[in-house]
């Protein structure tokens, strides 16, 4: 039972335009979300994070939404650049247990 | 320079044979974790340890074995029992407690068997 999904398993965005990112959740006790970025044959680099009593967190060209309602959080990359074309994987916890991680997105930035 | 270091970053094994993946941090991190990654797939956690001499299985610990007898070391034992074991493997360190602290991740080792 897959309690994290990222079901886009690619995306393709053209460089200097918006990339978004989805994630859904089934698990409400989720309180705590986090993005990674990961190159081929590297380990996940965090990205950002937000908690459950946010719903946006800005960073710089990152933005994570969080629609605690719906389920679904997404990153915002503005603007894309080609250095950002990676795996992003997002992932979920509550409390101090285990993070659950989705499948992951590969995304392009198309120069 | 604190970080996470895994070796090697590729190994072959022949079939039938165990391999041993190290991992070594100076984060001082009471907690660390092994992953695995197959294409198209999210990281699935295969153990962790919240302390030395501790440690607990993961999604998919079958046909894997850990030892935490420092602080600072997490060695993977890939069996003979595992299946499928060529894959990419991630280990990865955090503090223990606290909903807000992020786990960081080693480079990787690549597993192949042949």
């Known amino acids: 039972d897959q309690q994290v999904k990222q079901n886009s398993p690619s995306l393709s965005v053209q460089e200097g335009r918006i990339s978004i990112l989805n994630c859904d959740y089934t698990n409400s006790m989720f309180d705590y979300f986090l993005w990674y970025k990961k190159y081929p044959a590297e380990g996940p680099t965090f990205l950002i994070s937000?908690?459950?009593?946010?719903d946006k967190n800005e960073d710089g060209r990152f933005t994570v939404f969080l629609n605690k309602s719906a389920k679904h959080l997404s990153l915002h990359i503005v603007p894309s650049q080609p250095g950002d074309s990676a795996v992003y994987f997002c992932a979920a916890k509550w409390s101090a247990r285990q993070l659950t991680f989705g499948s992951g997105t590969q995304l392009t930035v198309l120069p | 320079d604190g970080g996470i270091t895994q070796s090697p970053k590729y190994l072959f094994r022949k079939e039938g044979q165990n391999v041993t993946l190290s991992c070594e941090q100076n984060l001082n991190h009471d907690a660390m974790y092994w992953y695995r990654q197959d294409p198209g797939q999210g990281l699935r956690l295969i153990y962790y340890s919240q302390i030395v001499n501790d440690f607990q299985k993961g999604d998919i610990a079958e046909g894997y074995s850990v030892s935490r007898e420092k602080k600072e070391s997490f060695p993977l034992t890939v069996t003979s029992a595992q299946k499928n074991p060529t894959a990419f493997y991630l280990c990865a360190s955090s503090i223990v407690g606290g909903r807000e602290n992020t786990i960081y991740f080693g480079e990787g080792s690549w597993l192949t068997v042949v």
């Open positions: 937000i908690s459950s009593i946010k």
